[in-house]
């Protein structure tokens, strides 16, 4: 089957233990290029790819020096399109949600649920209720001293704070003013796009900031290293409040 081309990216780096970020890019249209981030979380040698986005030669070459590409997680509906590619490639498990219908392959190996089994040790999934499609966050209970915890999102929380890795100017211009500003954030359009029952989507919020963890990282922006849970607590005061 044909795969859609890589797109400019970074290597792989690190941002906490056995936790890896690649900044790469889509292109909605022939003059946008926006941010665009895979999260690699390693285990016992085992890679699994969140959020994944296809990189070149160098970077596949760089990606196989971290461990054996085993595991490939779709944590967002719109985040879909670099699967195949990796699935294919690698020979690997592909975990979802049920019931997204914007991408439909490859097909689900390991269903995600909430509390369910998840492809590395020491986590926890948690899953959005009110939603068209189904989407979740990943906690990552890898304690430090810097963190007490990582929290892995998709397109329900963002971080600009540091920037728009991979970002073209007339992007960098553009996303400001449709919502996506310097700092962490429940994106506007997620929620005019995404949710069925905005009284509901708060509670899930509300859910979500009872978990211990200081550090984000989501498949857009940059990674927040410290203070995210504050970071996340305003962006849901600033938008419900």
């Not at 590619?85 to 991408?103: P, Q």
Request: with cysteine.
């Amino acid at each position: 089957m044909g795969y859609p081309n890589a797109l400019p990216h970074d290597l792989p780096k690190p941002i906490a233990s056995d936790v890896f970020v690649v900044h790469g890019c889509v292109k909605p249209n022939a003059v946008v290029r926006f941010t665009r981030n895979m999260t690699i979380v390693r285990d016992n040698g085992q890679l699994t790819l969140i959020n994944p986005v296809r990189m070149d030669e160098a970077g596949l070459k760089a990606l196989e020096q971290l461990g054996n590409v085993a595991h490939v997680l779709r944590l967002g509906p719109a985040h879909g399109m670099d699967d195949p590619f990796y699935v294919d490639r690698y020979n690997a498990e592909f975990w979802s949600f049920e019931g997204g219908t914007t991408y439909t392959q490859p097909n689900i190996t390991k269903v995600l649920t909430e509390g369910g089994p998840l492809p590395f040790s020491n986590a926890q999934l948690f899953a959005f209720k009110h939603t068209h499609e189904p989407e979740g966050a990943i906690l990552l209970e890898r304690t430090s001293e810097r963190s007490q915890g990582l929290l892995l999102t998709c397109d329900a929380v963002q971080s600009y704070r540091d920037g728009y890795p991979q970002t073209n100017w007339l992007a960098r211009r553009l996303l400001p003013k449709i919502g996506f500003i310097p700092e962490t954030l429940i994106a506007k359009m997620w929620l005019k796009h995404a949710v069925t029952n905005q009284q509901g989507i708060q509670v899930e919020f509300k859910r979500l900031l009872t978990f211990d963890f200081d550090q984000l990282i989501s498949a857009h922006g940059t990674f927040v290293e410290q203070g995210a849970h504050e970071e996340v607590k305003r962006a849901f005061d600033n938008k419900f409040s």
